[in-house]
């Protein structure tokens, strides 16, 4: 079975300041799709990064950026000077197989002033 | 370009009553989604289209739920009767073969059945 765990329910951060979220995944799939989405207050669900398995580049967009140690089935999300639109619920997500999300329980980040 | 459009943004209706969900996915997308969120669970995937072809139902949660995709840009969530414990968050989510397996969300129906 897929499992993504996400075990930080909530965290904050300083505005400016850098955080990490945590997501560890278990798949016995050669290839897979790693992602972060943001839910704001807003509740729309925006995609944030992605990875692909297969990369061993650490994929990088503006601010935000990913650790993917793929032997120990890590995803991490660091968000750099972090601003006060970055507070949302973040989902890490997993896609291996067919084109069926798994989901993890998501963290809720609050970015203080 | 539109992203993925779905409507009422709010639905409340009393206990038995039948509601219908909408969605529009992004035009030229091939895969469509249904998803339900709440407190208690996260998010679930109900259902997933593929070129308007059901592939995988096996998250709707009973028989009181249907889902059609009669076509490439019009789908439906229904609900018949409804129950105190569908209320939730419902997104629709569109996506592209070919590889890259993002998905779009739209902006969701919230669904109050009291």
């Known amino acids: 079975a897929q499992t993504v765990t996400q075990s930080q329910p909530e965290m904050s951060v300083q505005e400016a300041e850098t955080v990490t979220l945590s997501c560890t995944y278990d798949t016995s799939e050669n290839n897979y799709y790693l992602f972060w989405y943001k839910q704001p207050p807003s509740r729309q669900m925006i995609l944030v990064i992605r990875?692909?398995?297969?990369?061993?580049q650490n994929a990088t967009e503006n601010r935000f950026s990913v650790n993917f140690q793929k032997a120990a089935k890590s995803f991490s999300l660091k968000i750099s000077d972090s601003q006060l639109g970055d507070t949302a619920m973040y989902f890490c997500?997993?896609?291996?197989?067919?084109?069926?999300?798994?989901f993890g329980t998501g963290t809720r980040l609050k970015v203080l002033a | 370009d539109a992203g993925v459009i779905q409507s009422p943004r709010h639905e409340v209706t009393e206990m038995g009553q039948e509601v219908t969900l909408r969605c529009k996915p992004i035009s030229g997308h091939d895969y469509l989604f249904w998803y339900r969120q709440t407190m208690m669970r996260g998010l679930e995937l109900l259902i997933y289209f593929n070129n308007n072809v059901p592939i995988d139902d096996s998250g709707m949660p009973e028989d009181r739920f249907s889902a059609k995709m009669p076509n490439a840009s019009f789908s439906t969530l229904k609900i018949q009767p409804s129950e105190p414990r569908d209320s939730a968050v419902y997104f629709c989510?569109?996506?592209?073969?070919?590889?890259?397996?993002?998905?779009?969300f739209g902006p969701g129906t919230r669904l109050t059945v009291t």
């Open positions: 989510a569109s996506s592209l073969a070919g590889g890259r397996y993002e998905q779009y």
């Open positions: 990875q692909e398995a297969y990369k061993q």
């Open positions: 997500a997993l896609i291996s197989g067919t084109y069926k999300y798994i």
